[in-house]
């Protein structure tokens, strides 16, 4: 259950669970033990006082003080909270007044936890119910408005992380369609199901050849958000949403096949983007098309060798049915492309292992053939923390994913894999400007942090709603 969070001026009541944000080398209150609490990110100390129990927790230097380390510190003290017991907190924001959206936003995050499947006695014990803020007089009302898009963000990171985080058992792309249409139903998004049948008729032959071995067919998910100028042409974010990821028959080894039930986590991203974009009510045109199939090896599967009908026409040569999530975007990108006509396309992927070896779950693989792209998401990546590593495509690339009997291959050597696949993938983009996001390697973690559980991580929401006024501003 998502807590209630309230803005208030009024001091803390005794017996309170309070929080006080400090930075490195500042001078601390007396029974603060100097010798644990350094004021640096992700350290705190608990002092009892008059009833009270008060949290210290660092933020790290002053001088670098950013709402991205906020948001972190944040995450961290609820975190820390709901460890020992806390049900309401307070965090004293007086001489943070700046903070309050940032401050919401990782308290959100931080309270998260994946325990859908657990009996009621085997969750965490207590839950936060209620956060309260206290700030001064002076800010009350934009400290109100501010927390109310901290929440819209934080629900936001928080329904991807929620949706991500579900077993391929229970999220197929059937059901994956169902709650995005629920999402937009309640959001106020329109939102367009493709099921196999259409699919068919349309001539999406990548989704329909990925999920050919799979009992749950694949779908098309598109969600359109028209806040901008009526006729503005939109910005479009596309995302693969492969629920499952066997490898199809060329199969994957078994050590750490659970982790592809995030396979699913671009088509997620871009979900969670679409609630937030909706929520804030944000000044633009925005459209989202999920490419979804699950990768399987039934009687109906796909093979190496097949070549495949994408929706535009151009064909793919089959040489590896584990270099899926490409094809499935080559149909959402002709789609988005054609459909919508688009300022910019920007695309999310957990597509490469060879991102993840080449940068390591810090970093998602930035690649594009607009230099004007690539500096619009460098900068929303340093303000938001949503790390990126700009890596090559096109040229030696553009040779290697040619093919003898088809438009273009799925897969060559194994050197610059993840390079080849950026290649691929702007093929169906042609002349609209385009980035392709590598997110393997950050989209989920599977050991908890101190300002976040393990599972999905939601990466990428934050940099895109931070990049958007400049995508939408562009002329194409
Ligand atoms: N979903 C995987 C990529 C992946 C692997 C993401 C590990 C995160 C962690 C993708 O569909 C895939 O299997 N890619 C292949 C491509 C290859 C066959 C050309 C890969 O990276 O090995
Ligand atoms: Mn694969
Ligand atoms: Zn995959």
Known sequence: MPFQVQVTSNP??????????CHS???LPAGVPEAEFSGGLFTSALVRDDGSRILYVGLGEKKELKPKTFVRAAGFAVRQSIKRGATTLRFDLGRHGAMVRAAVEGAKLGAYKFEDFKRPEERRPHELKRLVLQVSAAGLSKARAAAKQGAAVGNALNTARAVGNLPPNVLNPGSLAARASALAKKHGLACKVFDHKRLAKDGFGGLLAVGGGSAHPPRLITLEYRGGPKGQAPVALVGKAI??????????????????????????????????????????NVVAVIASAENMLGTGAYRPSDIVTTYDGKTIEVLNTDAEGRIVLADGLAY?????????????????GACLVALGRNRAGLFSESADLIKTLERSSEATGDQLWNLPMGGEFDEA??????????????????????????????NTPFAHLDIAGTAWITKERPDLEAGATGFGVRLI???LPALAKRKG
């Open 12 to 21: 803390a009541p005794k017996g309170s669970d309070l929080v006080r944000f």
């Open 25 to 27: 080398g500042e001078r």
């Open 243 to 284: 629920t499952f990821d066997s490898g199809g028959l060329s199969i994957k080894p078994s050590a750490s096949m659970d982790e592809m039930k995030w396979d699913k986590m671009g088509g997620i991203t871009v979900l969670g983007i679409m609630q937030a974009v909706a929520a804030l009510r944000l000044p633009f």
């Open 336 to 352: 988005a492309r054609q459909t919508y006509r688009p300022v910019a396309m920007v695309e999310f992927s957990t597509l490469t």
């Open 401 to 430: 994913v040619k093919s003898e009997v088809a438009t273009v291959k799925n897969a060559g050597e194994r050197w610059g894999g993840a390079s080849f696949a950026a290649s691929f993938l702007q093929t169906w983009a042609e």
């Open 465 to 467: 709603l931070d990049a």
